[in-house]
């Protein structure tokens, strides 16, 4: 085994500014833990962005290789239900946050923050996927579980060009539902249509002020990325009994909100968190994602970039500006 590797380091200068660059590691200065992983592919999630750009709700302490999920080879394991050679997959828990990350050559993490790769997947698709489509399908997975049927109208995805939203409505598409795709890029159309989209909305409208109690009831269901202003107007469009699973804040993490959804149209307001989903339920779902729920067109909503290319990828990231799923190549 070579024990350096490189890997992406952010650092704050004398000023206060964020900067990441790629720097070479030797594995002894990786935190301890069961499970050593050579990385093979990672993927640009708005949590990275957050943490490259120095935010503390995410990353305490710097020098930081964020990175929070990734495939790879099992290299070393004191855990019996992984042994080295073995393909897999870290992620989520505080992988990439306060725990050295997975834009780097190698990991080392807790037995629990590490899945065998399911059969169906390889290492590549499953950094397609990543946390943010494993994200999408537990959002999918909660409105059916709510009562969601094909056939009760259209399902909306806000922030539909992003990771969790283009991910989501691939997978709405897969499993019959129709879809209506928010976006605020014109230039995506096309492929959200390819992807399954029946109709798309610009996101300005969304996020409009609107002093309405309840709006016209349009959506069997949402899969909202955006929170603020979006989120309030997404509840007063639910039909009625309809669910609106909530993962994201992009717009705002607050929003304006009265019980008329809830007490007139009997909404539901469902959330979701993927990082500290237990294990077994993460095992299940992406067991899922690699079989009946294994959403098609991944390789077109995907561009690999190198660690070399990182910086520029995730200011679009955290600009809003990504167009489908960042795969990085280690
Ligand atoms: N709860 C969880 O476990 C979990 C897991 C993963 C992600 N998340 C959260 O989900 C959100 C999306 O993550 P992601 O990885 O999909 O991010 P992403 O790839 O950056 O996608 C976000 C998308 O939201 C849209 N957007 C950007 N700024 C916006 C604004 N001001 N108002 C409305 N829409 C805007 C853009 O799409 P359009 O141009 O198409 O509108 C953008 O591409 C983030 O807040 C992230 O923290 C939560």
Redesign the pocket.
């Known amino acids: 085994m070579n024990d350096r590797f490189r890997a992406w380091q952010v650092s704050e200068n004398d000023q206060g500014e964020f900067r990441g660059r790629v720097v070479e590691r030797e594995v002894e200065e990786l935190p301890s833990g069961e499970v050593l992983v050579q990385v093979q592919y990672s993927c640009l999630?708005?949590?990275d962005a957050l943490s490259a750009g120095g935010n503390r709700g995410v990353t305490r302490n710097y020098p930081h290789t964020p990175g929070i999920d990734a495939a790879g080879i099992v290299v070393e394991s004191a855990d019996e239900r992984l042994q080295p050679g073995q393909p897999v997959i870290a992620s989520g828990y505080d992988l990439g946050m306060n725990t050295s990350g997975a834009f780097a050559g190698m990991i080392r993490t807790p037995a629990r923050w590490v899945l065998p790769l399911p059969d169906g997947l390889s290492a590549r698709e499953s950094m397609i996927i990543g946390?943010?489509g494993f994200?999408a399908a537990q959002c999918v997975e909660k409105l059916i579980h709510n009562g969601l049927e094909a056939g009760q109208g259209p399902v909306l995805v806000?922030?539909?060009?992003?990771?969790?939203?283009i991910l989501a409505v691939a997978l709405l598409a897969k499993l019959g539902f129709a879809i209506t795709a928010?976006?605020?890029?014109a230039q995506?159309h096309e492929l959200l249509r390819s992807l399954g989209a029946a109709e798309i909305i610009d996101?300005n409208i969304l996020?409009e002020d609107n002093p309405r109690p309840l709006l016209k009831g349009q959506w069997a269901a949402a899969v909202d990325?955006?929170g603020?202003k979006?989120l309030g107007n997404v509840l007063k469009g639910l039909q009625y009994g309809g669910s609106v699973a909530c993962?994201?804040?992009?717009?705002s993490p607050e929003f304006p909100a009265t019980v008329f959804p809830f007490i007139l149209r009997a909404a539901n307001l469902l959330g979701?968190?993927?990082?500290e989903a237990p294990p077994e339920v993460k095992s299940a779902l992406w067991k899922r994602l690699a079989t009946d729920w294994k959403p098609a067109g991944l390789e077109r909503i995907a561009t690999e970039i190198s660690l070399d290319q990182l910086g520029p990828s995730l200011n679009a990231?955290r600009n809003?500006q990504?167009l489908g799923r960042f795969l990085l190549k280690l």
């Open positions: 999630n708005y949590k946390t943010a994200t806000t922030g539909a060009t992003g990771g969790v939203g928010s976006t605020g890029k995506s996101r996020s990325v955006v603020g979006t993962c994201g804040l992009v717009e979701i968190d993927s990082a990231v809003g990504a």
